[in-house]
């Protein structure tokens, strides 16, 4: 752990301010109280929101039962999620959805609407057989017929599970045949950045490539397109909806039944599917909505995550809508047709409350102030990071030149996994510093320990992040892969703790600073990847002998990655720039363009132990332009590092 000591110190701090604070829906006592409750009795802290915040069927007795590794939330309680998002807020008039499409289209959909549609949609799903339990993927960009889709599973109790739509057909394929999909809700084709992305072509080739489980297809028209339509496995989604309106009965689902599959890399080649459930789940996406956005009842929400991440689910779906607020989604890209799409988006639809990601602020600081200084921004109040680290400098222009000084910034630290926020300032009592996510929100026992598992009570000391107490919204296991849960999770110490797989430090104020991931997972753009993941991906291709991923340090990606690649012998005389060239579209065909190499490098071979183990550290240290750190005598090969440092 000695090489995790931090350097980075920030000085700055912001006061939430005072008109804020004066309507904020948590104050300083209140926040009191919550930390005191949970404290003393935390069963009845949990059980009082849950009871307050979900529209129960019937009540539970229990609030958390079983042991570590597998908890369960609420047991006996019954529920629906999709009734908690939807049949509670109908017959008021009230918007629920406002949509920008990247051509500037904008479609306005009340609750009372996307009642009828999310019903209409389940009673097409019903009449194609499916059944509670059953999966589902969509395959959608972020329009209202995924989250209509959404809903209408969580309506049946039908799990789903979504697919990222710029995704590969080879990560699209592994998703279908590891959760056994019937079917796969897709659109025709999608626009971004201009240009037609045929997503049913994708669907048909990992078809192709096989999925036996699939029965159907179901194709929303999204742009006036041509697709291929294959009659025994595709339906159009216009044809299965019913013309009028047709109530279906919500499913009465168990607090504990599964809500959706969502598939996230780890430090295999093999993503996994973290399984979520329903009521723990849905009170976290609703209490962190409340606490850490403040949300209100006029506010409009934009949270730009795109649905098939979890902060698309958790902050463009489920918590937005659980709590009847309007949200504003946008399915285009940031900077098309303008490097300033987002700032007219906030002006001419009035947005309060605006979530993104660090990697996103870097890219428009970089386009220049001069863009936002054109908008009226003032409608916003606060203002929200998620995904990674944010740099100092990038927090302190958004704060300035997005919020006007005068907004709030919630640093929101989380994962896949925990579901919702665990770590996040309350906007109207937290003192805000550039760069970190300061405390852990009420309810939520966080601890950074030393690789024995000891709390490590030094400020300023780098350490492993655990959340030693369950919570409701944390995940369940991995579909059809209990052993890796228990592995990635929980093993190393024992089942004592939920490890994160993050490193972080404290301050001397008790503020937590996220410093990285401890495992062989990069973050890029604020999407995970498993450097395992791409290295499978580039030792696929023929010509390639051995690969070896790295992350380093990018100004605005936050991380990048960088391959080091050596080529089979007969293949060593290819002209390395092109072939660089075609090994990045292959990694763009077997993830996604998201895992697309930065940077790659070709040596005769890689860093080696005696064993046979490939040195990562020391690629990490040439990937990053530091000097060779730490022991290289169990080095085999030592020569290859004066040749990987001469073609750097
Ligand atoms: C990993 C989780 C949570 C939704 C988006 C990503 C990193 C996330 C922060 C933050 C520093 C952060 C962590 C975490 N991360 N938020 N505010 N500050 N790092 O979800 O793909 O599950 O990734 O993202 O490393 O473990 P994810």
Request: proline share 4%; net charge positive.
């Amino acid at each position: 752990m000695k090489n995790i000591e931090s350097k980075l110190t920030e000085s700055r701090s912001y006061k939430p301010n005072e008109s804020f604070k004066k309507k904020a829906n948590i104050n300083k006592t209140i926040l009191f109280e919550l930390n005191s409750q949970y404290k003393k009795t935390p069963d009845m802290f949990w059980s009082e929101l849950a009871k307050k915040h979900i529209d129960w069927i019937e009540e539970f007795k229990t609030v958390c039962s079983g042991s570590a590794p597998f908890f369960r939330w609420f047991e006996e309680g019954k529920l629906n999620v999709s009734s908690n998002c939807l049949d509670r807020h109908i017959n008021k008039n009230k918007k629920a959805i406002i949509h920008i499409s990247e051509d500037n289209n904008k479609t306005v959909i009340t609750y009372d609407e996307l009642y009828v549609l999310v019903n209409n949609f389940s009673h097409s799903l019903k009449k194609l057989g499916l059944v509670k339990g059953d999966r589902v993927i969509i395959y959608m960009p972020t329009i209202p017929e995924a989250i209509t889709a959404m809903l209408a599973c969580a309506r049946l109790g039908v799990i789903h599970s979504i697919v990222f739509a710029g995704f590969s057909s080879e990560s699209l394929k592994d998703r279908i045949n590891d959760c056994n999909a019937k079917i796969v809700i897709t659109v025709n084709a999608f626009k971004r950045n201009g240009k037609i992305i045929k997503a049913k072509n994708t669907v048909d080739h990992a078809l192709s490539l096989g999925c036996p489980s699939i029965e159907k297809c179901i194709i929303y028209k999204n742009i006036n397109e041509n697709t291929k339509f294959n009659k025994d496995k595709d339906l159009w989604w216009h044809d299965i909806l019913a013309k009028e309106s047709i109530v279906v009965e919500p499913e009465i689902m168990s607090s504990e039944d599964l809500l959706f599959i969502l598939y996230t890399s780890g430090s295999t080649g093999k993503p996994k599917g973290i399984v979520h459930s329903s009521a723990g789940y849905l009170l976290n996406c609703i209490l962190t909505n409340k606490w850490v956005f403040d949300l209100k009842d006029d506010d409009l929400f934009w949270c730009t995550a795109d649905i098939g991440w979890i902060t698309g689910h958790s902050y463009v779906v489920y918590g937005p809508l659980a709590t009847g607020s309007t949200i504003l989604i946008y399915d285009g890209a940031p900077t098309y047709p303008k490097a300033d799409r987002f700032w007219e988006i906030i002006e001419a639809n009035k947005v309060t409350i605006f979530y993104t990601a660090p990697t996103a602020i870097r890219t428009l600081m970089k386009l220049g102030e001069h863009l936002p200084r054109k908008y009226n921004l003032n409608s916003l109040r606060l203002l929200g990071t998620v995904g990674e680290p944010i740099n100092p400098k990038a927090w302190v222009w958004y704060q300035s030149n997005i919020g006007s000084k005068k907004c709030p910034i919630v640093d929101t630290w989380w994962q896949t996994e925990t579901g919702a926020h665990m770590i996040a300032p309350i906007p109207g009592v937290t003192q805000t510093i550039p760069g970190t996510c300061t405390h852990p929100l009420p309810g939520i026992d966080v601890d950074i320990v030393d690789d024995n598992g000891n709390s490590i009570n030094k400020c300023n000391q780098g350490g492993n992040l655990v959340i030693r107490k369950p919570w409701p919204s944390m995940l369940r296991g991995i579909w059809n892969d209990e052993k890796r849960y228990k592995q990635t999770y929980w093993e190393k110490y024992n089942n004592k703790y939920y490890i994160t797989g993050d490193t972080a430090r404290l301050d001397n104020n008790g503020n937590i600073w996220i410093m990285g991931r401890s495992d062989d997972v990069v973050n890029v753009s604020g999407h995970r990847l498993g450097t395992m993941e791409i290295e499978s991906a580039i030792v696929s291709h023929e010509y390639v002998a051995e690969s070896a991923v790295v992350s380093y340090q990018h100004e605005i990606k936050g991380e990048a990655i960088h391959a080091f690649v050596t080529l089979k012998n007969n293949f060593t005389e290819y002209n390395n720039t092109e072939f660089a060239k075609e090994l990045r579209e292959w990694v763009k065909e077997k993830i996604g363009s998201i895992a697309k190499p930065e940077r790659i490098s070709f040596s005769d071979s890689l860093p080696k132990t005696r064993s046979g183990k490939i040195m990562r550290r020391l690629l990490r240290n040439l990937a990053r332009g530091e000097d060779i750190s730490g022991d290289t005598s169990t080095l085999e090969n030592e020569n290859i590092l004066t040749q990987l440092k001469n073609i750097l």
